[in-house]
């Protein structure tokens, strides 16, 4: 329990009404009788504009500036939770940080079931992790955080906060060039969660721009699975278990050689943290990573949803995967956001891999040219083409950035959307 009354790291003023609370959120909308509520600045508006609604909604305290019931009054609620966080993470013996262009989720999906640990579920935000930490607090269980940046300086921010014992570059590609600038930029950034450290890993893809940094994936890597094997069912190799003691077996379901090399960063992390191998491939063997993140869905044809976020690096790996499976294959690419000015030529390098990975390739939106044979203006016309081409015994790969993105000068970019087409094609499949 989040107790307000007990010795807090910062100064406040706690009114006598506040009440331990179970969960922190930053958005008042999740406030709520277990849910304490904290009002931080945002871009647009002040969290303070909401605390009567987080009040009404039940929360048992506020942590805010304002003079109001239930409040646990600081002058400045965003350095208040900063130093709460730093402070309960200190009661963490095992803290898994992880960055990348890509795979960052799926990464910490399996390492978090391979080390039995808590771990967030969706957001990477610097508030979202703070109220992460300062939840999980003292429940002796490791911790794993997707550390994910779009601008300069964050990663020292994010460290500063974490201070992880083990630091993870899943890989390194163009994604938010708009503030970051260039692939360099990104791979300096990102590679401060690998500085001092008590372990530090790389994924195959990253280690070019780490050679000082043991890598992990498969044949060349330090630690190395054997003998992938990969099939529309899914994915099996074996682990060694060190000291002449044989190999793991592992069998993943529904999965692509990402979530092997997913795998093998568990059982590498596993064996350091003293886990056994066997538990922890039994617990990656159940993993279910979210909607849209590379989930195969098979039936009368295959759709593998991974229509939640797209960087080019993401998508050649996709490409991949789909290019190792039997039948037809079929891409259906869309816009990849946040890639600054040389975004067309980004698409243009993604679209002519495309071609080269795939039997048929379906573009869609800005860049659809560039990303397809077969370029459509707007989902609903991308629909109606699809389904009347798709056929028994196809693969489908659905892929795009689906969010909005803002520039440097505050304009939108709307991402693509893929996600209806997903349910369209399963609709259509009969499921």
């Keep these: 329990m989040l107790d307000p009354f007990a010795a807090l790291p910062f100064a406040a003023a706690v ?10 959120t930053w958005d008042s909308r999740g406030a709520g009788p277990d849910t304490a509520f904290v009002a931080l600045p945002g871009e647009q508006m002040h969290g303070n504009r909401f605390v009567e609604q987080a009040l009404a909604a039940g929360a048992p305290f506020v942590l805010t500036d304002l003079e109001v019931p239930r409040a646990v009054r600081v002058p400045d609620a965003q350095a208040a939770l900063l130093a709460w966080a730093r402070h309960e993470r200190a009661s963490n013996a095992l803290v898994v940080g992880i960055t990348g262009s890509a795979g960052k989720t799926t990464a910490k999906s399996y390492v978090a079931a391979a080390l039995d640990a808590l771990y967030m579920p969706v957001y990477n935000t610097i508030p979202a992790i703070a109220c992460f930490l300062i939840e999980a607090s003292g429940l002796g269980r490791p911790l794993v955080v997707e550390m994910g940046i779009d601008r300069p300086g964050e990663m020292a921010e994010l460290m500063a906060l974490v201070n992880p014992n083990v630091g993870v570059v899943t890989s390194i590609g163009p994604a938010h060039l708009e503030q970051l600038g260039s692939v360099e930029r990104i791979a300096s ?28 994936g498969f044949a060349g890597a330090h630690w190395a699975g054997e003998d992938l094997t990969l099939t529309p069912e899914g994915a099996s190799f074996r682990y060694p278990q060190g000291g002449g003691s044989g190999s793991v077996e592992v069998h993943l379901p529904l999965v692509a050689r990402v979530q ?9 992390l596993a064996g350091w943290a003293g886990v056994p191998l066997q538990e922890a491939a039994r617990r990656m063997a159940g993993v279910s990573v979210p909607g849209g993140r590379y989930r195969v869905l098979p039936g009368r044809f295959t759709v593998i949803d991974d229509a939640y976020n797209a960087s080019p690096v993401a998508v050649k ?55 397809g044979e077969r370029a459509y ?29 803002w520039t440097p000068e505050r304009r939108a970019a709307q991402g ?3 996600d209806t087409l997903v349910e369209a094609l399963l609709g259509h499949r009969g499921d």
Excluded at 191 to 198: H, K, T
Excluded at 341 to 365: C, I, K, N
Aim: charged share 20%; net charge negative; no cysteine.
């Design 15 to 24: 009114h006598p009404e506040a009440r331990a609370a179970q969960r922190l």
């Design 189 to 216: 950034e990102k590679g401060l969660i690998l500085q001092g450290r008590e372990l530090a890993l790389v994924g195959q893809q990253a280690a070019a721009w780490y050679p000082d940094a043991p890598s992990y």
């Design 260 to 268: 092997a090399e997913a795998a093998v960063l568990g059982l590498a």
């Design 317 to 371: 790996a996709a490409l991949d995967a789909l290019h190792a499976l039997p039948g037809r294959r079929i891409s259906v690419l869309g816009r990849m956001l946040e890639l600054g000015p040389t975004e067309r030529e980004l698409h243009t390098e993604v679209g002519a891999y495309a071609r080269q990975r795939a039997d048929l390739t379906f573009g869609v939106g800005e860049f659809a040219a560039e990303l």
């Design 377 to 405: 203006r707007t989902v609903p016309e991308l629909t109606e083409a699809l389904l009347g081409t798709v056929q028994d015994g196809d693969t489908v790969l659905v892929k795009a950035s689906r969010g909005i993105s």
């Design 416 to 418: 693509v959307g893929l």
